[in-house]
């Protein structure tokens, strides 16, 4: 694609269970302070069914052009037809950035996608910022599990970078916003994708997403075994949050893997996070560095988990947690 | 007979500790703590099982792609000991600092030269770059559909069954070969070989491919661009709480506790 003739920057937004991923409010605030620093127009490209609503929620967030692909068929994320519309309206519309959410579906589309646009994708980026000489866009994002950050640039437009949840403040909305809905046409044609989806199983979470939730009690290898989970579960349940783990707990089948704090599980950023018998390693701490407060309890004083903590106990979680729960059930809540 | 292709990357052990690493004087590479052993990446481990466990039921053929330059050979080997057929080493001085994008290239095209090809198996992600790109890029290469993040694989005649993660639970993507599949942990861990595999396995030979045998004129030019590396900042404010017992440890903890979540 020709550099001069590349426009605007374009997300995918996340259209799930009938409203919006909480991941689009942060696309459209990072989208917007790097569609103002060119000088140029935000669109988002809403894919589902049903997603009139929507479609205005995203122009309340910051969005001036809302591409809408609805479609009955279009209920659940499936790859081939995504993959299908989105390189159509990069071709036609030919963007200068291009950003999607690092979540299942960036991760799944996006590799492709940029293959597909023959371009360079920067993915999970938690800072992006426009050079002004350039006109680049610099991402940043970590590397070798976070132990390092790494700052890169993409020659070829559209510059692709999936954006890293939560690590960016979501954008305000404001309902006085005018902005622009096209839809546009686009036909599916089932007989040329190659995968069926057979079926899926929800898992069933009970209350509170992880994600969502403001306080995470969350265990490692240090718990030992499936049985004392539950008694992480029990302060859990106390304090009114939700249960994690490392990605020891889940190998180790104490937790369900969609309950995995890190790199390769759920980032989340809770107002406080519990982390017992958890070492700290970099890929853990990449999925749960953005929570307000750390407590780490661990009875190993040389843990990394107390380089990274707010607040740390050294100490057996066997012999602190019982009298921890006492106290809590007599605290007012 | 299946014929499974596995492209399994050497990166450094990931469990090294972070905060001995270090940033060479120009800012473009990560130096790893000294003595840090190269490993097989740890999801490469996880799709060389998958392929392993078809070859438990099926018969097939395993061979091992690995693209780099210097490759650590006794290390790479430990894919023969567990039971892979074939180690072919893609090695040359150009190979040596490729993005998502070269990668994918020059895999793709050993997988080309390999011809028969039934199911590429590549890792959800290299433990390095963190990437999670080369698997799709050369399924979009060759034209064949990919499936990311198993947890588990089937094969039945001329089908594939994947079960794929999911934030919130999995799908199962059926799809007919050739098909290209990123193995998540979940998979499995990789088995251990025997004293005797192990040995058997290092004195086994090895093909080694340069550009030139893989008939490459020019290697596709980086795509992404790094500018600068940096450490990370680390908060080590943390405020340990101290105490007699763990009664009282517990008391000052809950004081804090109901702090933040009041
Ligand atoms: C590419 C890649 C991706 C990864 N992705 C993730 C990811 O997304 N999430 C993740 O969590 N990991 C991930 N990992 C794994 C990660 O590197 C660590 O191996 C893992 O986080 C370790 O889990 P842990 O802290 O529970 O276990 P360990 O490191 O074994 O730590 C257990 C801790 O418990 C303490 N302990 C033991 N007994 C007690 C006790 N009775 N009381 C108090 N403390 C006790 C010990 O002192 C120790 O510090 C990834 C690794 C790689 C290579
Ligand atoms: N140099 C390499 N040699 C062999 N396989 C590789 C190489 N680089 C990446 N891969 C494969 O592609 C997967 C994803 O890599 P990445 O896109 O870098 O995260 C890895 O898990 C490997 O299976």
């Not at chain 1, 269970?17 to 103002?36: P, Y």
């Not at chain 1, 898992?203 to 539950?230: H, M, N, P, T």
């Not at chain 1, 106390?238 to 994690?244: E, F, P, R, T």
């Not at chain 1, 953005?290 to 040389?302: G, L, M, S, V």
Request: aromatic share 6%.
């Amino acid at each position: 694609m020709e550099l001069n003739q590349s426009k605007g920057v374009i997300f995918l937004a996340e259209f799930r269970n009938q409203g919006l991923a909480e991941i689009n409010a942060e696309l459209a605030s990072v989208g917007l302070k790097i569609a103002r620093q060119l000088g140029e127009e935000l669109s988002a490209v809403l894919i589902g069914s049903g997603t009139t609503n929507s479609a205005q929620e995203l122009i309340s967030l910051g969005v001036d052009k809302v591409y809408l692909i609805d479609n009955p068929d279009f209920t659940r994320y499936r790859s081939e037809p995504y993959l299908a519309v989105m390189s159509q309206i990069c071709q036609e519309l030919q963007p200068n950035v291009l950003l999607l959410g690092h979540t299942e579906v960036g991760r799944d589309l996006g590799p492709r996608l940029a293959f597909r646009l023959n371009i360079g994708l920067v993915p999970n980026c938690i800072d992006l910022e426009m050079v002004s000489e350039s006109g680049n866009v610099q991402m940043t994002r970590p590397v070798y599990g976070g132990k390092t950050i790494g700052i890169f640039t993409v020659e070829n437009r559209p510059q692709m970078a999936t954006v890293g949840p939560k690590r960016f403040e979501p954008a305000p909305k404001d309902h006085t916003r005018q902005g622009e809905i096209i839809s546009f046409p686009y036909e599916i044609d089932e007989t040329s994708f190659k995968k069926k989806i057979v079926d899926f199983s929800e898992g069933c979470v009970e209350g509170v997403k992880l994600e969502d939730a403001e306080i995470i009690v969350s265990g490692g290898r240090g718990i030992g075994c499936a049985e004392d989970f539950e008694k992480l579960k029990e302060l859990a349940q106390i304090l009114g949050g939700c249960i994690g783990g490392s990605r020891a707990a889940v190998d180790n089948e104490w937790l369900p893997s969609n309950l995995q704090v890190g790199i390769t599980g759920k980032v989340v950023s809770p107002n406080l996070y519990i982390a017992i018998g958890i070492s700290g390693s970099i890929q853990h701490m990449a999925g749960c560095s953005a929570a307000k407060t750390i407590i780490a309890i661990n009875r190993d004083p040389e843990a990394q988990i107390f380089k990274m903590a707010h607040f740390g106990v050294v100490c057996d979680w066997r012999k602190i947690l019982p009298p921890i729960l006492e106290i809590c059930k007599t605290l007012p809540r | 007979m299946l014929n499974i292709v596995v492209c399994v990357k050497q990166v450094y052990d990931p469990e090294a500790p972070a905060s001995l690493f270090q940033i060479s004087s120009d800012g473009k590479k990560a130096i790893p703590p000294q003595g840090t052993p190269p490993v097989l990446s740890p999801f490469d481990e996880n799709a060389l099982e998958a392929a392993l466990r078809i070859k438990d039921i099926q018969e097939a053929k395993i061979i091992v792609l690995s693209m780099g330059y210097k490759l650590a050979k006794p290390i790479l080997k430990k894919t023969l000991a567990v039971g892979a057929d074939e180690l072919i080493l893609l090695e040359d001085k150009q190979f040596e600092e490729l993005d998502s994008y070269g990668t994918a290239h020059i895999l793709a095209c050993a997988i080309q030269q390999i011809k028969n090809f039934d199911i590429i198996l590549c890792g959800r992600q290299a433990a390095d770059t963190d990437a999670g790109q080369v698997g799709s890029g050369i399924a979009e290469i060759l034209q064949i559909p990919d499936i990311t993040l198993a947890r588990k694989v089937e094969v039945s005649s001329d089908k594939v069954q994947v079960e794929r993660l999911m934030g919130d639970g999995y799908e199962t993507v059926e799809t007919a070969m050739p098909v290209l599949i990123t193995a998540s942990n979940e998979i499995g861990d990789l088995r251990y070989p025997s004293m005797r595999k192990s040995l058997a396995a290092q004195k086994m030979g090895v093909t080694s491919w340069d550009s030139t045998q893989l008939g490459l004129e020019t290697v596709a030019d980086n795509r992404v661009k790094l500018q600068k590396l940096y450490l990370p900042e680390r908060n080590s404010n943390c405020q340990l709480i101290n105490g007699e017992n763990p009664e009282e440890m517990a008391a000052k903890l809950t004081d804090v506790l109901a702090g933040v979540v009041k």
